[in-house]
């Protein structure tokens, strides 16, 4: 079991750059794929980035070029970095995690960060 907590979220300009933060508080971190969705208004839930356990990570076409995901497994938190924002990228950011141990998977949530990309 895992309970995430984001943070980072805000308003920025066209072309800034932002960072959330995943927080996992489990004591088996290194089980878990954490990944990054976002929901815009009028819009389904798009998967961004996600991460596994060993590092490697993959990425929405979308964002490709300008978001990383990375994750610390000494402080159990998933990074995003978010570099040249556009106004498309406006959405409430969620954090998800998966237990890539377990024979069924069972999605858990964070409860969202907005980013607000306008000037």
């Known amino acids: 079991q895992v309970e995430l907590v984001e943070s980072g979220g805000g308003l920025v300009q066209p072309g800034g750059s932002l960072r959330l933060s995943c927080a996992a508080l489990?004591?088996?971190?290194?089980?878990?794929?954490i990944g990054w969705y976002r929901e815009a208004p009028g819009k389904l839930r798009e998967v961004v980035a996600t991460v596994t356990p060993g590092g490697g990570s993959s990425y929405s076409d979308s964002v490709k070029g300008r978001f990383t995901i990375s994750r610390d497994h000494l402080k159990n938190t998933v990074f995003l970095q978010m570099n040249s924002l556009k106004p498309d990228d406006t959405a409430v950011y969620l954090c998800n995690a998966y237990d890539m141990t377990k024979d069924v998977r069972y999605d858990y949530w964070g409860q969202g960060t907005q980013v607000t990309v306008s000037s």
């Open positions: 489990t004591s088996t971190f290194s089980y878990y794929v």
